[in-house]
Every structure is written in structure tokens, then in C-alpha cells.
């Protein structure tokens, strides 16, 4: 069977790592040797890009993983009832009961529509950033590679 899941790991890794490069570039002690940092404005926001491509590529990862697995475990036409639901839906089919993890899924879900598809709104006073999103995204590309895909 070719796929091109293991592409967009790779891609998602890849991003990652570049954010947090871009981020650590972005920033020094500050002078005065208190705690905290000095930010340098990065004009081509170099952070910003490589967390929507971490973003993006474990979303199209998480979802051709689910898709494998349930097609392996359960066959084409049970995937078909699942096709449209959420990923912590397909994630209970497949035996995940982590709550954690669950919660981690359905917070990448909401921030991922939010980011991907321009809703330049605020959702319960909450404000959170491309690189928290890409980190939590991360966590759960690994968490889930590992839960399903390491023996």
C-alpha cells in the first residue's frame, strides 16, 4: 500500500523543529540579567510559518493515520461511518480512553479550523499563539505515533 503518511510526519517534524530555532533565534537575556527575555520582531514572522506548517501537516497526518488504522482494523465500510466525525471519535473506536490525550486532540481540532481557516476571532477570552498550537500539536503527533505505531 503506498501512502505518504510517513512524508507528512516527516514534514511536521521537520517544521517543528524549525519553529523552535526561529524562536530561540528571536530571543536573548535581557541586559540587565533579569528574568525573562528580550524578543527581536522577526519581519518574515519565520516562527509564525513553520508552526501553521507543523499545524497543517499533523492534521493531514492524524487523519490518514486514523484512516489506515481503522480501514486495518475494521474494514472500508466501517471507516465510511466514521469518515466525517471528530478525531477523538476515531480515537475511541481505535481503544483510546486518554483523557489527556483526548483533550489535547480536541483542543488541536478547534485551534486548527481557528488558524487554517482565518477565524480572526477570540473564543472564550482565551488567546493563544501558532507556536503553543504547534507544540500541542507535536505532542500529539508523538503521542500517538507511539501509542499505535511503536511496538
Known amino acids: 500500500l503506498f501512502t505518504n503518511i510517513a512524508v507528512y510526519k516527516q514534514i511536521a517534524d521537520e517544521a517543528h523543529k524549525k519553529m523552535l530555532e526561529a524562536q530561540e533565534a528571536g530571543r536573548r537575556p535581557k541586559p540587565d540579567g533579569s528574568a525573562g527575555w528580550v524578543l527581536t520582531y522577526d519581519p518574515n514572522r519565520t516562527s509564525f510559518k513553520h508552526?501553521?506548517?507543523?499545524?497543517v501537516f499533523t492534521g493531514m497526518w492524524l487523519e490518514a493515520i486514523m484512516h489506515q488504522l481503522i480501514v486495518k482494523r475494521y474494514g472500508k465500510e466501517k471507516y465510511k461511518d466514521y469518515d466525517r466525525t471528530s478525531y477523538e471519535e476515531k480515537l475511541h473506536l481505535l481503544g483510546c480512553c486518554d483523557d489527556r490525550l483526548l483533550g489535547c486532540v480536541r483542543k488541536f481540532r478547534n485551534a486548527r479550523k481557528i488558524l487554517v481557516h482565518e477565524k480572526a476571532y477570540f473564543d472564550d477570552?482565551?488567546?493563544?499563539?501558532?507556536?503553543?498550537?504547534?507544540?500541542n500539536a507535536h505532542e500529539i503527533l508523538t503521542a500517538i505515533h507511539v501509542h499505535f505505531l511503536t511496538s
Do not use: G, R, V
Request: aromatic share 6%; no cysteine.
Open 51 to 55: 508552526s501553521m506548517i507543523s499545524i
Open 125 to 135: 477570552n482565551e488567546f493563544t499563539t501558532a507556536q503553543s498550537e504547534a507544540e
